[in-house]
Antibody
Framework: VQLVASGGGSVKPGGSLRLSCVAS????????MTWFRQAPGKGLEWISH????????FYAESVKGRFTISRDNSKDSVFLQMDSLRLEDSAMYFC???????????WGQGTQVIVSS | DIQMTQSPSTLSASVGDRVTITCRAS??????LAWYQQKTGKAPTLLIY???SLESGVPSRFSGSGSGTEFTLTISSLQPEDFATYYC????????FGQGTKLEMK
């Protein structure tokens, strides 16, 4: 199993980034997927979920209305479009596979997002 | 929302020690509890699910126990590669994580 995230970088407040995560080693279309983030020295924060078929989608209050999760099962990929970025969105972002009842059994290596003026 | 509280926040121990980390839930979560290990600069990995079931490949020195609102993660004989931060997670109702316990070398 592999989850390879990319798309992170440095951006100014109010800017946008699109994160991608490519999966391999398992039947991607059978799994719900999530994004987590972790600010430096802080704990794990769930931010978004997308069901195996693409709907429904769920968001943490902290990102609702600014971030959009999507997936392309033909490309074994999940995406996170991040708009109106804020300083507090700076973190390592992980794409994570979900199994069963909200159990996160495999985490990608993460991609760093820095929001700075 | 169910709040998860871990103790201690930091634990200093030596190789060979038996260590225990506690996780408390703000309400009954039955046995819907998982433990994750995160080494510095790395992604978390799932260690234990359903309170006491070891994920494939996890050494048998790790064990979990508890039910209801109080849970423990025990490492029977600490190895150098076990120094990391450990998180508990409830998945009885949605999901929430503890704040983490950093296991450091004494």
């Amino acid at each position: 199993v592999q989850l390879v995230a990319s798309g992170g970088g440095s951006v100014k407040p109010g800017g946008s980034l699109r994160l991608s995560c490519v999966a391999s080693g398992f039947t991607f279309r059978d799994y719900h997927m999530t994004w987590f983030r972790q600010a430096p020295g802080k704990g794990l924060e769930w931010i978004s979920h997308i069901n195996a078929g693409g709907r429904p989608q769920f968001y943490a209050e902290s990102v609702k209305g600014r971030f959009t999760i999507s997936r392309d099962n033909s490309k074994d990929s999940v995406f996170l479009q991040m708009d109106s970025l804020r300083l507090e969105d700076s973190a390592m972002y992980f794409c994570v596979r979900l199994v069963g009842r909200n159990l996160f059994d495999f985490w990608g290596q993460g991609t760093q997002v820095i929001v700075s003026s | 929302d169910i709040q998860m509280t871990q103790s201690p926040s930091t634990l200093s121990a030596s190789v060979g020690d038996r260590v225990t980390i506690t996780c408390r839930a703000s309400q009954n979560i039955n046995t819907w509890l998982a433990w994750y290990q995160q080494k510095t600069g790395k992604a978390p990995t799932l260690l234990i699910y359903r309170t006491s079931s070891l994920e494939s490949g996890v050494p048998s020195r790790f064990s979990g126990s508890g039910s209801g609102t109080e849970f423990t993660l025990t490492i029977s004989s600490l190895q150098p590669e076990d120094f990391a931060t450990y998180y508990c997670q409830q998945y009885e109702s949605h999901s929430s994580f503890g704040q983490g316990t950093k296991l450091e070398m004494k």
